[in-house]
């Protein structure tokens, strides 16, 4: 199986390549189209500032060719969040392909700490990508934005009110949490990506 790690200025990727061989998987970081269009999973992963990483995917024409892929489609975090139409992070138009506003996280008191980063719960999980995995399972965050639960919900996380931890339409999936750090959960989750 051919894996895509898409490379974009964004960090993180090495935690994701050794998530990777720890399940028995090589995957190739990459930001050249045709490599990107002939592997049979992608993953767009992603720590990082939305407007930089939306710059550096339009330089390399990158925007247009992750809309075009008909392969499953993984976005980590960041990768997540520029699948959507719009980040409130510097006023950003982003990738369009959830119909949905990335917004940021306002405290509903002093003692919340902002971004969330930590371990938390997912639930009401609905898609194959949580095959075998456990409602109220405990995943690792770490973001100061997030996605309203709307109709493309797949996963649901508390912190100051409920949002969506997980996305999926069509053969685009994102994740707001990090799997490659969420211990046997998101190696179950990452098994489940590339089984679809």
Partial sequence: MKIAIIKYNAGNIQSVLYALERIGHTALVT????????????IFPGVGEASTAM???KGKKLDHLIKSLTQPVLGIC???QLLCKYSEEN???CLGIFNETVKYFKADNMLTKIPQIGWNKIYNL?????SNVSEKS???????????????????????????????KDNFYGVQFHPEKSADTGEMILRNFLAL
């Fill in 78 to 80: 960041l990768g997540m």
């Fill in 91 to 93: 006023d950003t138009a």
């Fill in 55 to 57: 710059h550096y995917l």
């Fill in 31 to 42: 930001d050249d189209p045709d490599e990107i269009k002939t592997s049979d999973k992608v």
């Fill in 126 to 130: 609905k898609s194959n990508l949580f």
């Fill in 138 to 168: 405990y995943c690792y965050f770490v973001h100061g934005y997030y996605v309203s639960a709307r109709m493309h919900t797949i996963a649901t996380t508390d912190y100051i009110h409920p949002y969506s931890s997980g996305l999926q």
